[in-house]
Antibody, heavy 122, light 106 residues
Framework: QLQLQESGPGLLRPSETLSLTCTVSGGSLNDPTYYWGWLRQPPGKGLEWIGSIDYSGPTFYNPSLKSRLTISVDTSRNRFSLTLTSVTAADTAVYYC??????????????WGQGTLVTVSS | SYEMTQPLSVSVALGETARLTCGADNIGIRNLHWYQQRPGQAPVLVMYRDDNRPSGIPERFSGSNSGNTATLTISRVQAGDEGDYYCQVWYNYTGVFGGGTKLTVL
């Protein structure tokens, strides 16, 4: 069974760059069953998909974040990462990584990390 | 973009049946998935491709999707079913979530 774990700083200043990493265990990033996704949830609000990546490199980004967003994959370390530039208070959220099941073109999120709270504040 | 509408809240008595809806234009042609999120926890997939339960999800959970409305039905509701429920589709190479419904068990 897949297990995912987010890591990264919990506090950022406005205009800084957010970098998060998701380490995957119990499976391989090379598994063609999955994309690998990032999602977030602002305090008291709903879920927002940030983006997903295929192990071979293709990425899919939320259009509202695309200009600030990079998602990359490191298959040698079995982890994938998120970089979000020029953060503001609106980027304060719990950030989740998740496996994005893509077999038979269904595209659901079946395994989730526990989430990590990122706060943007001066 | 593709917008899906969920009622903000649904209340149901213990042991009764809860019906949570997700509405959107022609949602019935899309593969629709549901997530449960208990307070302070990560979301959990409870239904995929409209009416398929992942391993470990009780049979009390069922789903349907037709026309402009998808429905997650929870029979014999238990206190542990309380939480937020989100619908999700994959649209035009993007993940899209509904706004979520808070289920309260009375």
């Amino acid at each position: 069974q897949l297990q995912l774990q987010e890591s990264g700083p919990g506090l950022l200043r406005p205009s800084e760059t957010l970098s998060l990493t998701c380490t995957v265990s119990g499976g391989s990033l090379n598994d063609p069953t999955y994309y690998w996704g990032w999602l977030r949830q602002p305090p008291g609000k709903g879920l927002e998909w940030i983006g997903s990546i295929d192990y071979s490199g293709p990425t899919f980004y939320n259009p509202s974040l695309k200009s600030r967003l990079t998602i990359s994959v490191d298959t040698s370390r079995n982890r994938f990462s998120l970089t979000l530039t020029s953060v503001t208070a609106a980027d304060t959220a719990v950030y989740y990584c998740a496996s994005n099941h893509r077999a038979t073109r269904l595209y659901y999120f079946d395994y989730w990390g526990q989430g990590t709270l990122v706060t943007v504040s001066s | 973009s593709y917008e899906m509408t969920q009622p903000l809240s649904v209340s149901v008595a213990l042991g009764e049946t809860a019906r949570l809806t997700c509405g959107a234009d022609n949602i019935g042609i899309r593969n629709l998935h549901w997530y449960q999120q208990r307070p302070g926890q990560a979301p959990v997939l409870v239904m995929y491709r409209d009416d398929n339960r992942p391993s470990g999800i009780p049979e009390r959970f069922s789903g349907s999707n037709s026309g402009n409305t998808a429905t997650l039905t929870i029979s014999r509701v238990q206190a542990g079913d309380e939480g937020d429920y989100y619908c999700q589709v994959w649209y035009n190479y993007t993940g899209v979530f509904g706004g979520g419904t808070k289920l309260t068990v009375l």
